[in-house]
């Protein structure tokens, strides 16, 4: 991967390891992400690297390692909101198995902390279909209890949160310093979407979060669509971008292009055009 994409030397990757799975042993890995062993583990690598006097982190959850990611942050996003604490730089999912509802509820908190949030989405992942039925029939406090259960890394639409009411009981900066003393300081957004009138009429408001659609790549990609972020080409160099240059979406012009609200495809001709 690093290779690959050329990073500069002072980039250090972690691998954190944990019990994955196979299609058999799919329940078992999934039970094992959602643990509070795994969480434990999780916070002492970070402090870990805290005392190693490493001040930032990049992160980049695939698959499963997305659902655990995401479970981790929701929870214990304190870690990454101390002063002198770790500061979380860009929090990359990839073709994320995660549950879409339980994202978009615990969205804002990750917004909070992290510099980006970047989900790459294939609609056409077969691995994530069958774990969208898989958690349908066998749902866990991480997974909707509803009719069918959507994954995360088959969303191709823009996504959007319930805007909340404006408090009544206190001043704008009596709520600033409750969100302080909490923990969350929410950053500026590093990217405006739509218009305040279209936000306010709808009862809603985009995610701060750019979601790049995959579907249409072709190249180092087995029918499962499920783990090229490593090999491909176009996945590789915007990623780097990312963790590099520290890009969002929107300024990414050379490949990327808004298609609609927060989600943007690849800046190339259809794959039925030939030359």
């Given at each position: 991967?690093?290779?690959?994409?050329?990073?500069?030397?002072?980039?250090?990757?972690?691998?954190?390891?944990?019990?994955?799975?196979?299609?058999?042993?799919?329940?078992?890995?999934?039970?094992?992400?959602?643990?509070?062993?795994?969480?434990?583990?999780?916070?002492?690598?970070?402090?870990?690297?805290?005392?190693?006097?490493?001040?930032?982190?990049?992160?980049?959850?695939?698959?499963?390692?997305?659902?655990?990611?995401?479970?981790?942050?929701?929870?214990?996003?304190?870690?990454?909101?101390?002063?002198?604490?770790l500061r979380l730089?860009?929090?990359?999912?990839?073709?994320?198995?995660?549950?879409?509802?339980?994202?978009?509820?615990?969205?804002?908190?990750?917004?909070?902390?992290?510099?980006?949030?970047?989900?790459?989405?294939?609609?056409?992942?077969?691995?994530?279909?069958?774990?969208?039925?898989?958690?349908?029939?066998?749902?866990?406090?991480?997974?909707?209890?509803?009719?069918?259960?959507?994954?995360?890394?088959?969303?191709?639409?823009?996504?959007?949160?319930?805007?909340?009411?404006?408090p009544t009981s206190?001043?704008?900066?009596?709520?600033?310093?409750?969100?302080?003393?909490?923990?969350?300081?929410?950053?500026?957004?590093?990217?405006?979407?739509?218009?305040?009138?279209?936000?306010?009429?709808?009862?809603?408001?985009?995610?701060?979060?750019?979601?790049?659609?995959?579907?249409?790549?072709?190249?180092?990609?087995?029918?499962?669509?499920?783990?090229?972020?490593?090999?491909?080409?176009?996945?590789?160099?915007?990623?780097?971008?990312?963790?590099?240059?520290?890009?969002?979406?929107?300024?990414?012009?050379?490949?990327?292009?808004?298609?609609?609200?927060?989600?943007?495809?690849?800046?190339?001709?259809?794959?039925?055009?030939?030359?």
């Open positions: 991967f690093l290779t690959l994409a050329g990073y500069p030397e002072h980039f250090m990757p972690w691998v954190i390891e944990w019990p994955g799975s196979s299609v058999l042993t799919y329940f078992r890995a999934r039970s094992d992400s959602e643990s509070s062993v795994l969480h434990s583990n999780l916070l002492q690598f970070f402090e870990d690297l805290k005392q190693s006097a490493v001040t930032r982190v990049n992160i980049i959850g695939h698959s499963m390692g997305a659902r655990v990611l995401i479970s981790f942050l929701s929870a214990h996003y304190s870690v990454f909101s101390q002063p002198e604490g730089g860009a929090v990359l999912l990839v073709n994320p198995e995660a549950d879409l509802k339980y994202f978009i509820e615990t969205s804002s908190i990750i917004e909070s902390i992290a510099e980006s949030i970047t989900v790459y989405a294939d609609r056409n992942d077969e691995a994530l279909y069958w774990a969208e039925l898989a958690n349908t029939c066998f749902p866990t406090p991480f997974c909707a209890q509803e009719k069918f259960s959507h994954s995360l890394g088959r969303a191709t639409l823009p996504l959007r949160r319930p805007m909340l009411p404006p206190c001043t704008e900066t009596d709520q600033e310093g409750a969100d302080q003393e909490n923990g969350l300081t929410p950053r500026p957004s590093l990217r405006t979407y739509g218009s305040v009138d279209d936000e306010i009429e709808s009862g809603s408001v985009l995610l701060d979060i750019d979601f790049v659609d995959t579907s249409s790549i072709k190249a180092n990609v087995k029918t499962l669509r499920h783990s090229y972020f490593h090999i491909s080409r176009e996945v590789l160099e915007d990623t780097r971008e990312i963790l590099v240059s520290r890009s969002r979406a929107d300024l990414r012009k050379s490949r990327l292009v808004r298609r609609e609200g927060n989600v943007y495809g690849w800046l190339q001709a259809p794959s039925f055009f030939s030359g």
